[in-house]
């Protein structure tokens, strides 16, 4: 099983509409990161969290890190065509220092 | 600032041969990590290289190993490569001294025939 349980696995959203994606852990998140993924290429650095109870906003993306830090979401508001592509929660489970990804959330938005 | 940097991007090899992928961190950081993401999955970690040494290591076979130079850039050897080892590989740099901060490359998108 996955250290880090992400959902859904698989999104389509109409063009305008909000969404969330969640990411869980059974175990303490030292520093929960999110990462957006294009098909085939590199990661893009969208948040960094790192306290319970944060909250990040960069655009039209805010991320949530909640008071126990063992669960995060990632809320996208007026979602555009710009938005698709695969999302991924990543996090440092008990300070090894080393990312542990869930299996990733693909994002489609229609038009 | 350069980013960074992986080489090369697309590799394609056959069945039992060895490749070498190579990866130049982000300026001012020490530390490499390798991950192995498989289509369709999240990215597996591989192993992490500091001070030219290997730090700490995930749950892939003796046939996946690296190295470290002194201007911290790394290399991700395989050997006796299979079928399974196609993948993109993904190294990801940080500063050690703080504790988090990862940048990730494009990836070296390896096909085995």
């Known amino acids: 099983s996955q250290e880090l349980e992400q959902s859904p696995q698989s999104l389509i959203v109409q063009e305008g509409k909000n969404l969330t994606i969640n990411c869980t852990s059974s175990k303490t998140l030292y520093g929960l990161y999110w990462y957006k993924q294009k098909y085939g290429e590199g990661l893009i650095f969208l948040m960094m969290?790192?306290?319970?109870?944060e909250e990040k906003s960069h655009e039209k993306i805010t991320a949530k890190l909640d008071e126990k830090k063992q669960q995060s979401s990632l809320h996208i508001t007026a979602s555009q065509p710009s938005h698709a592509g695969i999302y991924l929660c990543?996090?440092?489970?008990?300070?090894?220092?080393?990312?542990?990804f869930g299996q990733g959330t693909r994002l489609t938005i229609n038009p | 600032d350069a980013g960074v940097t992986q080489s090369p991007t697309h590799l394609i090899k056959t069945r039992g041969q060895q490749v070498t992928l190579r990866c130049s961190p982000k300026?001012?950081?020490?530390?490499v990590s390798w991950y192995q993401q498989a289509l369709g999955q999240g990215p597996q970690f591989i192993f992490q290289y500091y001070e030219e040494e290997e730090r700490q290591r995930g749950n892939f076979p003796d046939r996946f190993s690296g190295h470290q130079f002194p201007n911290y850039s790394s290399e991700l050897n395989v050997n006796a490569l299979l079928l399974g080892d196609s993948a993109l590989y993904l190294c990801a740099t940080q500063l050690i001294s703080r504790d988090y901060g990862y940048t990730f490359g494009s990836g070296t998108r390896l096909t085995v025939v």
């Open positions: 300026s001012g950081h020490d530390t």
């Open positions: 969290l790192q306290k319970g109870g």
């Open positions: 990543g996090a440092d489970i008990q300070g090894a220092q080393k990312l542990v």
